[in-house]
């Protein structure tokens, strides 16, 4: 069976880059934890290389044969309209775990987990969610407001200013404007080191969710070789596990990234869900981790 891994047309340039080029400026670094402009999923398709995966550009799909069955994955930026577009054209000929299910499902996880606190889906498209937003903002003064499909999330306490940073809502990409509002909760904060300077960061971790088993587990925000404390990441290890055996069984995505947090009580609990192919891999061991449950695992 044919494997296909589908790439933006500047991570495949990254990756096909010639041996005297990369010494030449700008450098790539091939590895994570750098300011050098390459990405995650670059580091990924080496992997995936090695378990067969033929790499191709976004911007030329490969053809295949009408009948052929085949295994293809897209990782990269999220687009629905791009997404179901490649999707329709290879049909059930594709058994990957990048499927309808796997893409759409993210939009409704609240209705699966009993998230702790109160939660509410908006589209700011439509005037009747700008209200609705506006409304909630009067009321409980601060929200965490995240984007289902592109992953932007920040507490908001001013509508104004959050619709303001939108710029033209008719110029931008629908799926920014789908979101998931929810009460604020009480992270705790860690102390890190990143590029070099101590920062205070939320006590959040990043779980790889595929075909329903965990298979890597990160702190969120790029720190983990600079992170003063890890005592709870065995509890929120603990806390995903748990979740995504609830979540096996049930019509919810069977490929997911779970991001779950430490409460200033100690108690642990979920974030949010994104989805597996679009979402940040902080680090090298997780790209092999990743890599490793994808490419030994058989497809269908």
């Known amino acids: 069976m044919k494997r296909v891994l589908l790439v933006s047309d500047t991570d495949y340039g990254i990756l096909n880059r010639s041996f005297l080029a990369r010494l030449l400026p700008p450098r790539y670094d091939r590895g994570l934890g750098s300011d050098r402009p390459i990405t995650e999923f670059v580091a990924l398709a080496k992997v995936l290389g090695n378990y067969g995966f033929e790499v191709h550009p976004l911007s030329r799909p490969p053809y295949v044969a009408v009948n052929a069955r085949l295994e293809i994955l897209k990782f990269g930026t999220s687009s629905a309209e791009e997404d179901w577009a490649l999707l329709r054209h290879y049909g059930p000929r594709n058994v990957s775990e990048w499927n309808r299910r796997n893409l759409d499902m993210i939009e409704f996880f609240n209705s699966y987990v009993d998230l702790g606190r109160r939660t509410w889906n908006i589209n700011l498209r439509h005037a009747e969610g700008q209200a609705e937003l506006r409304r909630l903002l009067s009321q409980h003064g601060a929200l965490f407001v995240k984007s289902v499909a592109k992953g932007h999330a920040a507490v908001v306490t001013d509508f104004a200013r959050y619709l303001r940073e939108f710029g033209n809502l008719d110029l931008v990409d629908p799926d920014s404007l789908a979101l998931l509002v929810s009460e604020v909760i009480p992270i705790r904060e860690i102390e890190a080191a990143i590029d070099g300077r101590k920062v205070r960061r939320t006590d959040e971790w990043r779980h790889h969710i595929y075909r329903g088993q965990r298979v890597a587990t990160t702190h969120a925000f790029d720190c983990d070789e600079g992170r003063t404390s890890c005592e709870h990441r065995d509890r929120n290890i603990e806390h995903a596990e748990a979740v995504a055996a609830r979540l096996r069984g049930t019509d919810f995505a069977t490929s997911y990234v779970l991001d779950t947090c430490t409460l200033e009580d100690g108690g642990c609990t979920v974030v949010e869900a994104n989805s597996f192919f679009s979402s940040g891999i902080?680090?090298?061991?997780?790209?092999?981790?990743?890599?490793?449950?994808?490419?030994?695992?058989?497809?269908?």
Do not use: D, L, M, N
């Not at 090298?284 to 449950?293: F, L, R």
């Open 282 to 300: 902080y680090s090298t061991a997780a790209v092999e981790a990743i890599g490793k449950a994808v490419g030994e695992s058989p497809p269908g």
